[in-house]
């Protein structure tokens, strides 16, 4: 070949190269107008049934989120696999269920070499950050740009107000890349002190179903709903920075309410007021989602949706399943069941359960319903655990249900529900909502609780979930 037959060819292969350089990078660009940003509002120990559009008895906790459910996605059966802070949180940002990402406990990290949120939307091209209540590790797992301005201590007393300068600023700071930014609230975490409780009177408070009323009842549960109309102030701040840098059309906002609160029966529990979660969502337009779904979906689904929104390809070797199909109208279906794990080891004795939900019927199995169930920040003393946090409303709450129960028949009944369970216990959800008539045994529920119980062991199977040997000291059972 002579040389200038040499110079001719490579300067063709030149030219193509450079077409298709060309070509990639407008794909690209196209693609990248269509992808959108994310947004992730997540609040702390609320359960769902405080926010008015979720079922709340008491006025004006939410009028925001109530506002998204209205205009946008609400989920009614969205679930957390673990109604505990870190394990949410983990499920969130990995798309695994407990027992595969390793935090089955609280306080317990994610097990190295495991994918979350910042690699998926990273390798798509997305910047990823994260402000407030972090409760995960290690680094290499999830690697955000952390972003200063919202609190982080969700123990913490009269906690101090948020700066959104540092997210606005993180979002802006380049139009040509999308973005992803996680914004945790430490409301509705006890201590319950920063909020204004006025907007509820104690005489006509409605406490919820399992709570024997008492006063500190009435009144720290008040204190409760004063936070979460603070996290709802900060749905309404999101709202607000969205239309002021014209993100309307370019932002999906999610909103999620974490884990039940952090009393009796909700948060630590596998009862609907701990694991099932308020969600609601906003797409662009172009989405046209504007729907409310009684769908079954899991905290795991939320990653695999932003994925695939992403134009990303969903990994087969996680838990979740994208809900774009669903958010977008293509189908009204999405889980046959939803399952649920409890550990309380290392923040009390050893009380596991398992639990599964078609939507109607729910069954859980306490795996030894022999011991008694204790939490250090509530009833600690009585099983002589040393509580770091004697000051805990939640406690004072607990031990005004015991005084009550030693002379009403009905507060012992919800103190022993709280305390002591049955090996099985079956709800009809349509007829108990709050869980209160176990029917566990009964000849023509049979096939039922056979059905569920059949779901959880298989799920218990596909997890390498080990059952109560899991809720032991994490230092025994942790993965090499």
């Not at 997305?126 to 402000?131: E, F, G, S």
């Not at 600023?169 to 040509?176: H, N, Q």
Request: charged fraction near 25%.
């Amino acid at each position: 070949m002579s040389e200038r037959q040499r110079n001719f060819y490579m300067k063709r292969l030149l030219q193509k190269l450079s077409w298709g350089l060309l070509a990639l990078l407008v794909a690209q660009a196209s693609g990248a107008e269509e992808r959108p940003n994310f947004i992730i509002l997540l609040g702390d120990d609320i359960s769902a049934v405080s926010l008015g559009s979720f079922g709340a008895e008491n006025p004006g906790t939410s009028p925001h989120i109530d506002r998204l459910a209205r205009e946008g996605v609400a989920f009614r059966n969205m679930f957390v696999s673990q109604a505990i802070c870190a394990p949410v949180r983990a499920e969130l940002y990995t798309g695994l269920q407990p027992v595969r990402n390793g935090v089955f406990q609280n306080h317990q990290p994610t097990y190295e070499g495991t994918k979350s949120v910042v690699h998926y939307l990273g390798e798509l091209g997305y910047r990823v950050a994260l402000t407030g209540k972090r409760h995960f590790g290690p680094k290499s797992v999830y690697p955000f740009e952390f972003l200063e301005g919202f609190p982080k201590g969700a123990n913490d007393r009269n906690s101090p107000t948020e700066d959104w300068s540092e997210v606005e600023a993180f979002i802006e700071r380049d139009s040509a890349q999308p973005f992803c930014v996680i914004i945790c609230s430490i409301h509705a975490h006890s201590p319950w002190d920063s909020g204004d409780s006025s907007d509820w009177n104690m005489d006509t408070l409605k406490l919820p179903a399992h709570f024997p009323d008492t006063m500190e009842s009435r009144l720290h549960y008040r204190e409760y709903l004063a936070e979460v109309k603070l996290f709802d102030g900060q749905v309404g701040k999101s709202l607000a920075m969205m239309q002021r840098l014209g993100l309307d059309e370019s932002t999906a906002l999610i909103v999620l309410d974490e884990n039940g609160a952090g009393m009796p029966g909700g948060k630590w529990s596998n009862y609907d007021w701990g694991v099932r979660s308020a969600c609601v969502m906003k797409w662009p337009e172009r989405y046209e989602a504007r729907l409310e779904t009684d769908a079954l979906a899991m905290y795991c689904d939320i990653l695999p949706t932003m994925i695939e929104a992403a134009g990303g390809t969903v990994p087969e070797n996680i838990d979740g399943k994208s809900l774009l199909k669903l958010i977008t109208g293509e189908t009204e279906t999405h889980r046959e069941y939803a399952f649920f794990v409890n550990n309380n080891s290392s923040s009390g004795t050893a009380y596991p359960s398992r639990a599964a939900t078609d939507g109607r019927f729910k069954l859980v199995w306490n795996l030894t319903p022999d011991a008694i169930n204790a939490q250090p920040t509530i009833n600690g003393f009585d099983y002589g655990f040393e509580d770091k946090m004697i000051d805990r409303p939640e406690r004072f709450m607990y031990l005004s249900w015991l005084e009550k129960a030693k002379s009403d028949p009905e507060a012992q009944r919800m103190v022993d529900r709280f305390r002591k369970r049955p090996e099985y216990q079956l709800f009809d959800l349509n007829e108990d909502p709050w869980e209160l008539n176990n029917l566990a045994g009964q000849a023509e529920l049979a096939s039922h609780q056979e059905r569920l119980l059949a779901a959880i062991k298989g799920w218990m199977k596909e997890q390498g979930d080990p059952g109560a040997a899991l809720d032991v000291d994490p230092k025994t059972i942790r993965r090499e």
